[in-house]
């Protein structure tokens, strides 16, 4: 059991970066594979990024791979994602998600999810 906090959202300007973290408040990532999605209220869950247990294997939406950084630190039982560039259609909110196994970008192949943090962009 993993229980995930993503932090480090807020409202930003048109070409501003952020660093989204995710956090294991309870239980420990090692083994997991994690992985960032968005969402605007209404609308279906976006893949953004995935990487293994151990940092060996990203991957990255087509939309959005030349301005997204997943990385990881199991040190501190946390996984980061840096967006930068970013523009209003970023805003969204992001959740983190976590499984044992493979990293993947398949939603419903993810077990734990945090509550998400917010994302807003002005132009």
């Known amino acids: 059991q993993v229980t995930l906090i993503e932090s480090g959202g807020g409202m930003v300007q048109a070409g501003d970066s952020l660093r989204l973290s995710c956090a294991a408040s309870?239980?420990?990532?090692?083994?997991?594979?994690v992985g960032w999605f968005r969402r605007a209220p209404g609308k279906e869950g976006q893949f953004v990024a995935s990487?293994?247990?151990?940092?060996?294997?990203?991957y990255y939406s087509d939309s959005e791979k030349d301005r997204v950084t997943v990385s990881r630190d199991n040190r501190r039982n946390t996984v980061y994602l840096q967006v930068n560039s970013l523009k209003p259609a970023d805003t969204d909110v992001y959740y983190c998600?976590?499984?044992?196994?493979?990293?993947?970008?398949?939603?419903?192949?993810?077990?734990?999810w945090g509550q998400g943090t917010q994302v807003t962009v002005s132009s």
């Open positions: 990487i293994s247990w151990d940092g060996s294997t990203t």
């Open positions: 998600a976590a499984r044992l196994g493979d990293a993947t970008t398949a939603a419903r192949s993810f077990d734990y």
């Open positions: 309870s239980g420990r990532l090692n083994f997991h594979a």
